[in-house]
């Protein structure tokens, strides 16, 4: 069985091998004239100083759970944990972080060069150097991890101990997400109400002050930050379905590893297929980028679906001696169609996200009519419009939590969250692709070059808005899949009987009241870091548009560096108090209370944070690009009452999509491996 284990580790370092190709090409392309450069580098150094800062913090907080992790091994041997249980931690956190900064680098360095690239060759030499820094990320996330884990499992032939892999990926990926969430719309608040609204100057616009960080947070949040977030995923849904498989084994007295090894071979030819499709966007963009993207994607998505089945089929003894319920066998093609469910379901999430949020379609289109009503109406319209998502994606996850059940049992549903993230090379190439282009876009604005660039690199960047609210949805969805698949897990292990958590228990209704309430108290706090951010950033844009003497006449440079410690120091604030939560409260109810209450805590949690995740992201994309559809020419266009009226809407939607929403993903996937 081990000699299988040669397919991911093959897999994972064809993907790394793939991002040094692609990095070099990326690298070696024209980085465009001496202020384009300059401008980059700008972008360059804010992004290097804030993860250099972030994980200088988190590296203290992993050595101290690490520590703690160890101690409890020492002290209390019945848990399960310990020291190797703590490397296995680190190895996780280190991944993590190492793909986060990977990933980070390298958009930093091609946006100046998509911007050359539409400059000098056109519309489809910019979206391929835009979507290789993308895969860049993207191949990055997924080699690092599976690497990873795949040596982990094959040191300490643990499956338990692998469970630390999956928590240091989680806390990286908290501290990631919330981090660079803070970050960015601290300095997109900032810029858009003081440049925009107050003193009625482009977005993009060279004199002010916050662009630059702005720009460096497009980076962190939506670049490093997803990544972080769909590779904790990827990890946790994997481990999910081995920590299932080794109680199925117990169950069956048996030692047979087909269960425990099949979810790595699964992802292993998802990287492989994710390969595939990257290269049939770069060598298939057309003239629509959008179709050259999905292309892609849905190429990936076919690849993974044979090549699962063919994993089944070639494992059909082994799958076929277990029983996934009592007396039940499980046959061979049961877990391949549980992980196609859990494709489907996540094309299906994303199909509505794109929906609700793209101006395609009526939703968007009816706000940004409605902002000729004024803001109250912008806000209170995209509010409306999140709310309204939340039905078919939760019917989607509901219908594929019974679908995959009925193939495999529990270890079908965590399959099904397998499946969804098989190809995640692929989706997170395609979402780092629009922070790039949205770069490329502010380059070309800052460097003044022709109103052409900046079409083309604004066609790319409306593209990108569209891959980045589908990537929204299908994080929300491979969350939800994953924690459901973790719960799972962590019932089975500490010995919950399913029958036991129950309503007519008082322990398991307050634990779901308590879950509940989590999900809004965590995302109160992350406002409020973003309205500090935001506060401190204004002040500082109006002092220096105040004196700055020659700034507004465009003949003095802002002071960009002051604009980028500002948003750096409030994201190293705002994400304590999150991360505790995140980390003690599971901790907390499980001592105090036993594993039911904590059952009804992750479940009331789950319930509560993926409506949530959904609204605030689809109600925040729809105000976004309610405000590019006005700015496009639509109702007035750009300077009339309904624009300004969905800047506005903008302002208040950017903290719902880019921070909120997504790291209530992480608070319910890490509480759950907490526990």
Known sequence: MMSLLAIPLISSIAALVMVFWLRSWVKNAPPGNERMQELSGYVQQGARAFLKREYTYVGSFLVIVFLLISAVGVLKPETGLNYQTGLAFLAGALASMLAGYSGMSIATLANCRTTEAARDKGLNHALAVAVSGGAVMGLSVV????LGLVIIYMVFKDPEIVNGYAMGASLVALFARVGGGIFTKGADMGADLVGKVEAGIPEDDPRNPAVIADNVGDNVGDVAGLGADLLESF?????????????????????????????????????????????????????????????????SGLLSIVATFAIAFFMKDGIESFHYVEGVVM??????????????????????????????????????????????????????????????????????????????GVYGIAMAAL?????????????????????????????????????????????????????????IGSAAFAAIGLITAFMVAAGVDPGAVALNKPTVVAGLLVGGMLPFVFSSWLFKAVDNAAFRMIEEVRRQFREIKGLMEGTAQPDSTTCVDISTKAAIAGMIKPGIMAIVIPVLVGLVAGPEMLAGVLVGALVTGVMLGIQTANSGGAM????????????????????????????????????????INILIKLMAVVS
Request: net charge negative.
């Open 143 to 146: 080699g690092i991890a599976l």
């Open 235 to 299: 990890v946790e849904s994997m481990i999910a379905c081995m920590a299932i498989a080794v109680t199925l084994n117990m169950a069956e007295h048996s030692t047979n590893a087909t269960l425990s090894v099949f979810p790595l071979l699964v992802a292993g030819l998802g990287i492989i297929a994710s390969i595939v499709g990257i290269f049939v966007v770069k060598t298939g963009a057309g003239s629509d980028p959008q179709k050259a993207l999905m292309n892609g994607t849905y190429v």
């Open 331 to 408: 046959d061979w093609w049961r877990p391949a169609a549980a992980a196609v469910i859990g494709i489907f379901s996540g094309m299906g999430i994303g199909f509505c996200s794109e929906y609700y949020t793209s101006s395609k379609y009526a939703p968007t289109k009816r706000l940004s009519q409605n902002c000729q009503s004024g803001p109250a109406i912008a806000v209170t319209g995209g509010l409306s419009v999140g709310m309204q998502s939340t039905g078919f994606p939760i019917l989607i996850l509901a219908v594929s939590v019974v679908g995959s059940f009925w193939c495999a």
């Open 419 to 475: 499946g969804m993230l098989a190809t995640t090379g692929m989706v997170v190439a395609v979402d780092s692709y629009g922070p790039i282009a949205d770069n490329a876009g502010g380059i070309a604005e800052m460097a003044q070059l022709d109103p052409g660039v900046r079409k083309i690199t604004d066609h790319l960047d409306s593209v990108g808005n569209t891959t980045a609210a589908i990537g929204k949805g299908f994080a």
């Open 624 to 663: 976004d690009n309610a405000k590019k559809y006005i700015e496009e020419g639509n109702f007035g266009g750009k300077n009339s009452d309904a624009h300004k009226a969905a800047v506005v809407g903008d302002t208040v939607g950017d903290p719902l999509k880019d921070t909120v929403g997504p790291s």
